[in-house]
């Protein structure tokens, strides 16, 4: 992608030197809570496309949070006539960034992947990016975002102006936040990651239970050089189920990001930064 005006967190540029990987072994990490009206559609398309990926083994990774509905009886029934679809049924307390968290370090210890993916279970992703994605990583990138605000992105055609904005002001929000102005769209959750880069960031760090998550992990990717590229996706309108994010999350999420970001940043006010020491380069290692 282009790198645009450089900023603290310039994306660098695509690495000549990388070789494209052969055959890649891709997870997708699948959260789901209260998705029975569309768990198994889901599922369907996500594995016919999976077939023409070029060179790649996919594998699926639900991850259910107790949902009440059934979803995981569902996703069990699936997965006993498709070995590729794994479920993983959380205890205990929940949210969406927490179940990304257990179900990505579940899918690492288990699947041994090349690449992790996020992406939603209710339709809103379209399996047919998944191929752009992977791609994109093969090709060097560390992390892709399926992103709805770079040229051939779009939101759905049914929002209306305050869904549509409320989007842009989170999306605008984050950038500013994580001072990263090159990357378009920071708060969505279609996503592919090299295993390299995830194995880098402390996932059991990232302080979010909830939505916020996506946008501390793509802090984290920034913070470890990750070499970001975004891939437009025509984001979907919900067709079945319902919406889990409430605007009191979405609030708590804001505040969060607000106190550790900005926390970080007085830190670095105060600390001491080994350029304004006098002591030689390597001594501070
Ligand atoms: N395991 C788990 N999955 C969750 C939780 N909350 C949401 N999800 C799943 O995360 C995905 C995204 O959630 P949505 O409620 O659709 O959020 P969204 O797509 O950002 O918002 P809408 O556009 O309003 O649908 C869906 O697959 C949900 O089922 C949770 O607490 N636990
Ligand atoms: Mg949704």
Redesign the pocket.
């Known amino acids: 992608m282009k790198t645009g005006k450089r900023t603290r967190h310039a994306l660098r540029p695509e690495r000549q030197d990388v070789q494209r990987t052969p055959g890649v072994r891709v997870c997708i990490v699948l959260p789901t809570y209260n998705e029975a009206p569309i768990i198994q559609e889901t599922l369907a398309r996500i594995l016919k496309q999976g077939v023409s990926l070029p060179d790649a083994e996919l594998h699926v990774l639900v991850v259910d949070d107790k949902s009440p509905d059934g979803t995981a009886d569902l996703v069990r029934a699936f997965a006993k006539r498709h070995a590729r679809v794994h479920l993983f049924s959380r205890e205990g307390a929940h949210g969406l960034g927490a179940a990304y968290i257990d179900g990505m370090q579940r899918a690492l210890d288990t699947l041994r992947p090349d690449v992790i993916m996020e992406m ?1 279970a ?4 379209d399996p047919k990016y998944l191929g752009s994605l992977v791609e994109a990583i093969r090709d060097g990138a560390d992390f892709a975002i399926g992103s709805r605000y770079v040229p051939g992105g779009s939101v759905p055609k049914g929002w209306g102006l305050s869904r549509k904005l409320l989007s842009r002001i989170a999306n605008l929000y984050a950038r500013t936040l994580l001072f990263t102005f090159s990357v378009k769209d920071c708060t969505g ?1 279609f996503r592919a990651i090299s295993t390299k880069l995830l194995k880098r960031i402390d996932l059991t760090a990232l302080h979010a239970k909830g939505y916020v998550f996506q946008v501390l992990l793509l802090d984290a990717a920034l913070r470890s050089n990750a070499i970001v590229r975004e891939v437009p996706i025509a984001f979907q309108e ?1 067709v079945r ?1 319902e ?3 409430r605007p009191e999350e979405m609030v708590k999420g804001a505040l969060l990001l607000l106190r550790l970001v900005s926390g970080r940043h007085l830190y670095s006010l105060i600390a001491p930064s080994p350029r304004r020491t006098n002591l030689p380069a390597g001594a501070l290692r």
């Open positions: 939603d209710d339709g809103q992703h959750g919900r189920g919406s889990k994010m």
